[in-house]
């Protein structure tokens, strides 16, 4: 039997070094060609990690190894504008575990766990943040930090 492609496979997020787990997606309530996309860009190779294992522990320690790799289209999904989320700062050099949400009124949202890198500490602490669109993801807020027992700078 021969079997037909019925349908075309693209990468949306992330590269030949960067993958993208935890794919998140919301529509625009208000607009149905507005659509948001973010996901786990994980490095592939981490030094002292062997491929494939990225859960070493080092890998919690590696700055930038965990991105918010994200894209956007305005046109139901046949152009994106891809992008990463400005929500690392600081200490919090990654950002696992990403979010997307959108309420009734078309107001979105899109975060991640903006956590620290410390070359001592298997899993340092971290906490959610989040950014928000008033104008359906033409600009976006300042982090907004989420409720968390993440406190940044020690205090």
Not at 8 to 30: C, H
Not at 65 to 93: M, N, Y
Request: net charge negative.
């Amino acid at each position: 039997m021969l079997f037909r492609s019925v349908a075309d496979e693209y990468l949306l997020l992330g590269d030949e070094t960067r993958g993208s787990g935890e794919a998140q997606f919301v529509v625009d309530p208000t607009d149905a060609n507005n659509i948001i996309a973010t996901g786990m860009g994980t490095w592939q190779a981490i030094p002292g990690c062997e491929a494939p294992d990225v859960n070493c522990k080092d890998f919690h320690n590696f700055p930038n190894s965990t991105w918010p790799v994200s894209a956007q289209t305005f046109d139901g999904g046949r152009t994106w504008k891809h992008f990463v989320l400005p929500i690392l700062e600081g200490r919090r050099t990654r950002c696992p575990d990403p979010f997307a949400g959108a309420t009734k009124d078309g107001i979105l949202f899109i975060g991640c766990e903006p956590r620290e890198t410390d070359p001592v500490a298997v899993d340092p602490p971290g906490g959610t943040a989040f950014l928000r669109s008033t104008d359906h993801g033409k600009t976006w807020s300042k982090r907004v930090e989420g409720i968390s027992s993440y406190t940044p700078n020690g205090k």
